[in-house]
């Protein structure tokens, strides 16, 4: 299976995104930086 080894997606509404990638293709967050306002 291919790797995805950096990457970067700009939303709208975090929340509902990291719900999306997470649970519909099955990705895996190694890694979720928090940027205050920004996350």
Same mark, same amino acid.
């Given at each position: 299976? *291919? !790797?995805?080894?950096?990457?970067? +997606?700009?939303?709208? /509404?975090? &929340?509902? &995104? =990291? &719900?999306?990638? !997470?649970?519909? *293709?099955?990705? +895996? !967050?190694?890694? /979720? +930086?928090? =940027?205050? /306002?920004?996350?």
């Amino acid at each position: 299976m *291919p !790797t995805i080894n950096i990457t970067s +997606v700009f939303v709208d /509404d975090q &929340a509902k &995104a =990291l &719900a999306f990638y !997470t649970d519909t *293709p099955g990705f +895996v !967050t190694k890694n /979720d +930086v928090d =940027l205050g /306002d920004y996350r």
